[in-house]
């Protein structure tokens, strides 16, 4: 279950959030292979006073999955990612942070459940 927390200053329109959120579900599915349903994307634009370092930051949580989500997945899903945001945002790649975190499954619990 993949969560996409995707932090930047500028606001947007709401067609081009929804593009974004689109394209990086279908980046993910697409690279991982994981279910389009359990990917959850949340945007959260921030007013410029209150950022020290106004350049996007994205965090992907997930479960630790290695035999999908190798480093080559991740390169690739980060290289894509930061381009969509790129594009939305109109920030240099460069700028640009993306942190991903790989969870044990014995570290998530769906429905209150930990998953073994």
Known sequence: MPVL?????????????????DTCVNIIVEES??????IRVFL??????????????VFLNWMEVPE???PEVKDRIALRITKALCDLTGAKK????????????????VAGKLRR
Not at 5 to 21: G, L, P
Not at 33 to 38: I, K, S
Not at 96 to 109: F, R, S
């Open 33 to 38: 292979g994981c279910n389009e349903a359990a």
């Open 5 to 21: 927390h995707v932090n930047y200053t500028e606001k947007k329109a709401v067609d081009k959030k929804r593009e974004f959120i």
């Open 94 to 109: 460069e700028d640009v942070l993306l942190m991903i975190n790989d969870y044990p499954p014995k570290h998530i619990a």
């Open 44 to 57: 959260e634009e921030h007013d410029s006073e209150n950022a020290r370092n106004e350049k996007p930051v």
């Open 68 to 70: 999908k989500r190798t």
